[in-house]
């Protein structure tokens, strides 16, 4: 498996090694029953669509979006673990239809949040892979969007589901650090970062925050982290999870049966 500095890595490695060294590195499949449910992929293919319709200001009749959602998730479920209950296994091309409708609805009801505050994108889900001189891997990761304001600036943007409202400090996240840090790395200068934040409320709600772009003292955490990284994988060092940490547990963690550091095998013999 090709590694790459993306923020996901990052943060894998961070707060598991042990698991982004099983996942990541080897490529190891998890069992069956840590499988995602098919409904973690409504959700990932509702938050995509929101993407291209909110983004791009681009708008889908109902037949449309159907089809554009059939086909995304007949494409992530080839893609990931997923696990189908027996029944959905009966049918699959019924469950692929009905997972399509779910994600419509859930689909327009969290797209209005947002209405009234479209405006294009120069890119979406651009993906950006650049080898840099002295480091042992590429640097690599999508954007969400990209834009250029009124007055000319150059917006990068991520899109982002939350339970709740967002606190001001989501907009200084790596993942926007890392978004600056990759169009500079290829010569293109970010003068505005933002999230566009929408909440799983019955009645959905919509935020912007912004910021300027990082200055070159906040963007060394970023770098700090990747050099961390490299070293790590380099020596072969995989630090586990803190086991008291909620990912350390069989719901989160699809190694946890067999993983040597789980609390499980920790537990006193009684
Ligand atoms: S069980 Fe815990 S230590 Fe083991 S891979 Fe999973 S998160 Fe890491």
Known sequence: ????????????FSACAE???RSVQHGEPRPPNSAL???????????????????????????????YLHDQIRSQITHREIHFTDEERQD???????????AAKLHHKDYTAFYGTLYSAKSVERTIRVEVEGWPYKWSGRIDSEHVSEQGHEEVKDLKTGKGDPETTEVLSLQLTMYQHLKALIGEPTDILSIDWITKHAEPRAFRL???????EEIEPLIRRAEYFCDM??????????PTSWRCSPNW?????D???????RRPKT
């Not at 699959?92 to 779910?102: C, D, F, S, W």
């Not at 963690?253 to 049966?257: H, I, L, V």
Request: with cysteine.
């Open 1 to 12: 498996m090709s590694i790459s500095i993306s923020f996901s890595n990052l943060r894998q």
């Open 19 to 21: 698991q982004w060294r």
């Open 37 to 67: 449910p098919v409904g973690s992929v409504v959700h990932t293919v509702r938050d995509r669509f929101i993407r291209r319709c909110v983004i791009e200001g681009q708008d889908f009749t109902d037949e449309e979006r159907l089809d």
């Open 92 to 102: 699959i091309p019924g469950t692929l239809r009905r997972l399509a409708e779910q």
């Open 210 to 216: 912004k910021s300027p772009a990082r200055t070159e």
């Open 233 to 242: 994988v380099e020596h072969e060092r995989y630090p586990p999870a803190d």
């Open 253 to 257: 963690c699809g190694y946890w049966e």
């Open 259 to 265: 993983c040597p550091y789980s609390t499980r095998s």
